[in-house]
């Protein structure tokens, strides 16, 4: 197991007794994209420039709304806002019509529309100069057929011709013992078997190659060994990759706990065991800053060393932070963010390291007030050159506010307390309960002084 990652003076991963295998990125990555125009872009290029905004671009309804011939007009203004890429729903004929229970990968008419809407969607997406996200449903699958033990584990008659040897032994297959935590309820992929392992990847590679995308997100990503997704990512080369691994939280009854590091350094792990090639959600930073917004405990945002408490403060290059998605939000609701405190956790996410992904509902359905908002602190993002690996300095986190400074370019507030940087700061955007300045373009304004004690709990 890799030992926890600090950050160096860019932000980014450094080694540690030579545990950590990724390379260093310093801060000429930044500009990376923009010096590669006649080459292929890779996806270490990506990670290394950091500049990535995801917009989820659904939710858990979004398949009874035709939803490919439904997305595809808000494409441009989806641009103009400053995304840079659209993580869409799993686009593979599913049991369930919201795409995670995959029988056959490669027929693309669900109950998200058809595969020639689709093929246009992502055509219309590229051609707005964004990357368009397949979500890779591979830890479990129904069959067509029912096989050893009564299960649907044989898959007759679709593309990918398995039987219940391609299905762990610990969920009614055939195969070796799962590499991770079971997924209830349906068949387990046996990533084991190379047959298996070779089917998925010439999928992967139609899917990038032919059917346009060029981004992938790993659906429960702790379900197997994270050494596939590296296999999986080397052998087709997407642009850029992200794993779901989501995994509880350190509680004491239903409080949680200020220590996060054993949840955080899990997720560390399962980045290191990609070989670096994939980011994860930052589930730790969700956890901890929906927490510290609905009870402003705002000294839950700083660790002991004085950095961001989630896998931002360990490894912003890898951490794309998050607010909610189409299972802890929408009608699912399975572990919301506090829905009056949503523009607070994003002045947080749209400001500071890591690579942000903002929710389809937020965006479109929240209204025009949250939109703009949202809109600004995206604009304030880019302009100020903010990336994954950008600086930062924590002024205060105690029980009334949260302050930091980012890259020396932005100040952020969160909280009802009484702080500004002053000195020469323009205020940039504000609301209920945070506020956003910019340092003036050519001006070196200082931060007020302030003395604080940091609380620990």
Request: with cysteine; hydrophobic share 35%.
């Amino acid at each position: 197991m890799a030992k926890p990652v600090e950050s160096d003076s860019d932000g980014d991963a450094k080694e540690q007794n030579g545990e950590t295998t990724c390379e260093i990125m310093g801060e000429e990555g930044v500009d990376v994209l923009n010096e590669k125009k006649d080459v292929k872009i890779t996806g270490q290029d990506v990670i290394r420039a950091g500049e990535e905004i995801l917009l989820q671009a659904f939710n858990w309804e979004s398949h009874k709304h035709s939803w490919w011939k439904n997305l595809e007009p808000k494409i441009p203004e989806i641009a103009a806002a400053g995304f840079t890429a659209l993580w869409l729903p799993p686009s593979s004929r599913s049991f369930a019509p919201e795409g995670y229970l995959p029988m056959d990968y490669y027929d693309l008419n669900t109950a998200y529309g058809t595969e020639g809407e689709l093929r246009q969607l992502i055509k219309t997406i590229r051609g707005n100069k964004m990357k368009p996200m397949a979500d890779i449903v591979i830890n479990h699958r129904i069959g067509s057929t029912k096989g050893i033990n009564g299960i649907y584990n044989r898959y007759d008659n679709m593309s990918m011709p398995w039987d219940e040897h391609a299905i762990t032994c610990d969920s009614g297959g055939l195969g070796n013992p799962a590499t991770g935590a079971i997924f209830e309820g349906a068949p387990n992929i046996d990533h084991t078997q190379e047959f298996v392992r070779n089917d998925l990847k010439k999928w992967m590679r139609w899917l990038l190659n032919d059917v346009g995308y060029n981004s992938f997100r790993f659906d429960f990503a702790k379900g197997y060994s994270p050494s596939f997704v590296k296999e999986y990512i080397e052998a087709s080369d997407p642009v850029f990759s992200v794993g779901e691994f989501w995994d509880t939280c350190n509680y004491h009854l239903t409080y949680l706990d200020y220590d996060q590091d054993s949840h955080r350094q899990r997720i560390v792990d399962w980045i290191d065991g990609t070989g670096c090639l994939a980011c994860c959600f930052d589930f730790t930073t969700k956890a901890i800053l929906q927490e510290a917004c609905r009870r402003k405990e705002w000294w839950r945002l700083r660790d002991p060393q004085g950095k961001p408490t989630g896998v931002m403060g360990l490894w912003p290059s890898r951490a794309v932070t998050f607010i909610d998605n189409h299972d802890t939000g929408s009608t699912q609701a399975h572990w919301p963010f506090p829905s009056d405190r949503i523009l607070q956790g994003y002045a947080y996410i749209l400001t500071h390291p890591g690579q942000p992904s903002v929710f389809y509902d937020h965006f479109f359905d929240w209204g025009e007030k949250i939109k703009k908002a949202l809109v600004d602190l995206i604009q304030i993002r880019k302009r100020n050159g903010l990336h994954s690996r950008s600086s930062i300095k924590i002024y205060e986190a105690n029980e009334s506010i949260y302050a930091a400074c980012i890259d020396g370019k932005i100040s952020v507030k969160l909280g009802d307390g009484d702080w500004d940087p002053a000195y020469g700061w323009k205020l940039a955007t504000s609301g209920q309960s945070y506020a956003v300045w910019e340092r003036p373009v050519g001006e070196q304004p200082k931060i007020r002084s302030w003395s604080f004690e940091m609380c620990l709990r």
